[in-house]
């Protein structure tokens, strides 16, 4: 018997296409409406250009009586946008991109068996490419405000009677110099029975003068009516970063000017003789290494090299010095862009997720996760020799391909191995008084993992290791007064913050929040983003629109 699915479909995104008043305005008001209208305009034609990485992540809740919501199931999508097309998604994951064969429609939100569809999620970088125009919408001036170091116009904002289906309902902050709209938190109305619309607060980032690029949004339902007796409750983030994929920087080395030296410099430390065998095979391995990284930093996949990598570093500098370890070539860290929590090594470099480093409680956590890598490249875990070969990576990196071909997990007994190495790094490490707060972070993933099965699966690497010795520690809360305040993981966004231009990240520099509540802890789960913003001078190869 065929079962008829019903999809709810969002509103298709179409070219702008409003025209100025030909009137001169007739009040300041007037014109301040007629420069944010011109300026959304340009903004949503100058995103025709580029076709970032796009990751929204959803956690389904449901109620609990000691924590007030806590997950109940999850889902995940990464695709790259083509914003030439609106709202068009290429889904990279090969889990999403089944879905989307059963989901339907594109643009939808969801279907009546809760397949989130991520296209919707994408429309909401925009207010109304439809038509944010005069003929459609009534501003309210509220006031002013400052968003970090921008100074911003607050609007309400209702679309007239009759404007249609899809239309904008909510609050937008204005910045004050451009008149670009870099905040918006609202809904799409009106609601019918086909067309059903979520909440979402939706932020954009600057990235050079003019150039205001979509970043991050939030979305959250408490009690979504969606058919006659059942209800939603979920809360989502979506990402969008790698505006910019060019390798713009190894362009510029052709344009510098090399003084030659009188003679001939040579660097008289390194034999002229042929590599020995096993040097041949280090160089060898090294090559498929650089191969598979630099192929990932030209699809977006990971974040330029930064003060984060040096972190890492050092915590790979305390493990080898206290083992005793000398490995070389040396080892290198990187940062995966992606919200699930992972790990693996390409060769003697050791990634880890954003998403993983976001949740990690405390650097003694953060060592156990590098330990298991640094304990692959001690034992001798070697890459898959077929990406020193450079058509290799050129295939099996393509966009759509990258997900499927492209694995970095071990097998069981090699992850055994690691494990049992890691812990001996660990116990002989300046981490190891700490091991109690590792153990508390395995603990409290092993608790929720039922929970939250898509952010804890890996796509590229291995998930976080279960060490039977950590998971068996007896950790439990200190009964004084500062068992308040510890933390077994903190929620997704805690550590670091994406640079929606290049990728690149950065601590999140977050003032001291004092006593915690049990609720207020929120382990590995979505909150809303309340994004400090600032203005760039200048960004290197941007074209400001």
């Not at 972190?311 to 940062?335: A, F, M, W």
């Not at 034992?379 to 450079?390: E, I, K, S, T």
């Not at 490490?429 to 153990?439: I, T």
């Not at 092993?446 to 099965?453: C, D, H, M, S, T």
Request: proline share 6%.
């Amino acid at each position: 018997m065929r079962i008829l699915k019903i999809t709810l479909l969002f509103v298709m995104l179409m070219p702008v296409c409003s025209q100025a008043a030909q009137n001169p305005p007739a009040s300041a008001m007037d014109q301040v409406m007629d420069r944010i209208f011109s300026r959304e305009k340009a903004v949503v034609t100058s995103l025709h250009a580029y076709s970032p990485l796009v990751e929204t992540y959803i956690q389904l809740m449901r109620p609990d009586k000691e924590l007030g919501t806590v997950p109940a199931d999850d889902r995940y999508f990464l695709g790259r946008a083509r914003l030439k097309n609106g709202a068009d998604l290429q889904l990279l994951t090969e889990k999403a991109g089944r879905m989307r064969h059963l989901m339907g429609g594109a643009g939808s939100y969801f279907t009546f068996s809760l397949q989130f569809l991520p296209e919707g999620f994408l429309a909401m970088i925009f207010p109304d490419p439809n038509g944010f125009d005069r003929q459609h919408y009534r501003f309210e001036y509220l006031r002013r405000e400052f968003l970090g170091d921008v100074r911003c116009l607050i609007f309400d904002v209702t679309p007239l009677p009759k404007s249609g289906n899809g239309r904008f309902a909510g609050r937008i902050w204005v910045e004050d110099q451009d008149y670009t709209i870099v905040r918006f938190n609202g809904t799409y109305v009106p609601r019918s029975a086909s067309s059903y619309y979520f909440h979402f607060d939706s932020w954009r980032m600057n990235s050079g003068p003019g150039l205001w690029l979509p970043a991050y949004i939030y979305s959250e339902e408490s009690d979504f009516p969606y058919s006659f007796w059942k209800h939603l409750r979920f809360r989502s983030q979506t990402r969008l970063w790698g505006y910019n994929l060019s390798p713009a920087g190894r362009e510029q080395e052709l344009s510098k000017v090399l003084v030659e030296a009188a003679t001939p410099v040579r660097d008289t430390t390194k034999t002229e003789k042929d590599l020995p065998p096993v040097e041949a095979q280090r160089g060898w391995d090294r090559q498929a290494e650089e191969n598979v990284i630099e192929r990932m930093e030209r699809l977006g996949l990971l974040a330029p090299r930064g003060d984060m990598d040096k972190v890492l570093e050092t915590v790979v500098n305390n493990l080898e010095v206290t083992n005793n370890l000398d490995i070389q070539p040396e080892v290198h860290c990187r940062i995966l862009l992606t919200s699930t929590l992972e790990s693996f090594t390409v060769g003697h470099t050791i990634v880890l997720t954003r998403g993983l480093i976001d949740v990690l409680p405390d650097e003694a956590s953060l060592a156990l996760m590098v330990a298991h890598e640094l304990a692959h490249v001690a034992l001798g875990h070697r890459l898959d020799p077929r990406y020193a070969f450079v058509d290799q990576t050129q295939t099996l990196f393509d966009d759509k391909k990258t997900f499927q071909n492209l694995i970095f997990a071990r097998d069981p007994s090699e992850e055994q191995a690691a494990g049992q190495k890691a812990m001996e790094f660990m116990k002989n490490s300046p981490y190891k008084d700490s091991l109690g707060n590792a153990a508390r972070f395995l603990q409290a993933l092993n608790a929720r993992a039922k929970q939250i099965p898509n952010l804890v699966s890996p796509h590229l690497g291995s998930g976080v290791l279960m060490i039977p010795e950590l998971l068996s520690m007896n950790v439990a809360a200190r009964s004084d007064t500062k068992s308040a305040s510890q933390v077994a993981a903190l929620p997704l966004g805690a550590r670091l913050k994406t640079d929606p231009w290049n990728g690149s990240v950065e601590l999140i520099k977050a003032r001291p929040t004092g006593q915690v509540s049990e609720r207020e802890k929120m382990p590995f789960e979505v909150t809303p983003f309340m994004i400090y913003l600032t203005r760039q001078s200048a960004a290197t190869g941007v074209k400001t629109p």
